[in-house]
């Protein structure tokens, strides 16, 4: 993968496979410390002992079109590149927690993507489900939940088209505020 919001796309749509209803995404770029810290929870399945200690294996997978799994192996091999590490966290049933930490200045941490266009595919092509997307820089931090939003829109869909030109239109201008940089 090319950027690390390619990750978190991925990771996303597991938790969504995994009958996740509430997605939350962090990014913290902490500068002073030399770290990008990724973090992603769900409510979905959850997992077991074993398939968190295997998960990171290529060759464990639980789709059933096709015996390879590189989602989680891929970023793990990217945060150790990066001079970081990936930490799982799950329980059947309970949330799930995905961590990578990169070294923020690593010559070989991947760019972070373009995160709006990733949130906007989440929300857009899952209505019914909750995200929360959170990106500290520094002491300034952005914040977008769309438990809020359901709460305002009332009756109106999530995905109806003006409702996702505006929430691009706040992660646009909530993510430049804090100088976030994609690519």
Not at 88 to 102: L, Q, R
Not at 157 to 172: A, S, T
């Amino acid at each position: 993968m090319e950027d690390i919001s390619l990750h978190i796309l991925d990771i996303a749509e597991n938790a969504l496979k995994a009958s996740a209803t509430r997605i939350e995404i962090s990014v913290v770029e902490d500068i002073v410390h030399d770290l990008l810290k990724i973090q992603i929870l769900d409510n979905g399945r959850g997992m077991d002992e074993k398939m968190v200690a295997t998960v990171t294996d290529p060759f464990v997978t639980t789709r059933t079109e096709r015996r390879v799994g590189l989602g989680l192996p891929l970023l793990a091999e990217s945060a150790r590149m990066a001079g970081g590490e990936l930490k799982i966290k799950s329980d059947p049933g309970k949330v799930t927690s995905i961590e990578a930490d990169f070294v923020y200045s690593h010559i070989d941490r991947k760019p972070l993507g373009d995160m709006v266009r990733t949130m906007m595919v989440l929300i857009a092509g899952n209505p019914e489900v909750d995200f929360s997307y959170h990106h500290q820089k520094g002491d300034r931090s952005y914040c977008l939940d769309t438990t809020e939003l359901r709460k305002t829109l009332e009756e109106i869909p999530i995905n109806h088209p003006e409702v996702i030109r505006l929430i691009k239109k706040d992660l646009d201008e909530g993510l430049q505020e804090l100088g976030v940089v994609f690519y």
